[in-house]
């Protein structure tokens, strides 16, 4: 059994996963504090919490004692001391950038109690890249959330060969109080599980559109019908970030110098043009802001 409870969690990140964290944490109870240097991101987040549980007691799904009790249970800061101070699990939602995280989790060592657990929310880095940063690798974990996170059940967490059994533990344990449902990767491997099999078919779909064979919306079709999936890669992409895509892109190519893993041209255009998807209102589909 783990040798304390997890009551406290700070978010790192107000951006689409980072405020859907934080309120699927309030929501199930823990006290949650999010914190972001972006302080219009910030507010958006806060803004966001004000709107969502309102709108979900209207519609019966929630009660509204229980909307009352989560949004008192979550607050929003700029300051990372304030909103890490108390935490006992830390969960980084930061953009893909290894050094921006390494320099996060630099701090959060110094910040936090002893024993708390700093996890992040990276959908491509394992944590062994970054654990040295701190004095306590055996508490630094990959909890790698799905977009929507107030939706998305499923949560990869991955046990690097740093990682303590009690960390895992715990980090299960967060997931299955907060309602959803996690799965252990027993060894780090990039991309983890569901990323591997996403990023094979989103590389595909990309060449197919580069090479002039179909358009975004045909291939989106030809998925979603044919192989069932809730939505093609390119709807896909622009739910996640047409910039997450590039980040990770670049971040693998650095990394190994295999001009495989570069961005393909239309990313590298979108990303340029910052038509990042649903975030800007345009991406492959244009959106309403």
């Not at 823990?30 to 709107?51: G, M, P, S």
């Not at 320099?103 to 910040?111: G, S, T």
């Not at 024993?115 to 690798?137: C, E, M, Q």
């Not at 079709?221 to 192989?227: E, P, R, Y």
Request: hydrophobic share 40%; charged share 25%.
């Amino acid at each position: 059994m783990p040798n304390f409870e997890v009551k406290t969690i700070c978010v790192i990140g107000a951006g689409n996963m980072g405020h859907q964290i934080s309120l699927s944490a309030a929501l199930a109870g823990y006290t949650v504090i999010c914190t972001d240097i972006n302080r219009e991101i910030l507010q958006k987040a806060e803004n966001f919490a004000d709107t969502y549980l309102p709108e979900r007691v209207a519609k019966g799904k929630l009660a509204e004692e229980d909307a009352k009790a989560a949004r008192a249970r979550l607050t929003f800061t700029a300051s990372l001391a304030e909103a890490a101070k108390d935490a006992d699990m830390v969960i980084e939602a930061a953009i893909e950038k290894l050094e921006l995280k390494r320099k996060i989790f630099a701090d959060l060592d110094k910040i936090c109690p002893p024993h708390a657990i700093l996890a992040t929310n990276s959908s491509y880095i394992i944590s062994s890249k970054i654990a040295d940063v701190t004095g306590r690798p055996e508490k630094v974990c990959n909890m790698h959330f799905f977009n929507p996170a107030l939706v998305m059940k499923l949560v990869e967490v991955v046990k690097g060969p740093h990682v303590a059994d009690e960390t895992v533990e715990v980090a299960v344990g967060v997931c299955k109080k907060m309602g959803k449902v996690p799965v252990v990767l027993q060894k780090e491997i990039y991309g983890f599980l569901v990323n591997r099999v996403v990023s094979a078919i989103k590389t595909e779909a990309l060449y197919i559109y580069d090479m002039g064979v179909a358009t975004p919306e045909d291939i989106d079709t030809a998925v979603v019908h044919a192989l069932g999936h809730p939505m093609g890669p390119f709807r896909l992409m622009d739910l996640t970030g047409i910039d997450l895509s590039y980040y990770v892109g670049m971040e693998r190519y650095q990394e190994t110098g295999d001009p495989k893993y570069k961005p393909s041209p239309v990313v590298v255009e979108k990303f340029v043009k910052k038509e990042w998807g649903r975030k800007t209102g345009q991406g492959f589909y244009e959106y309403c802001k």
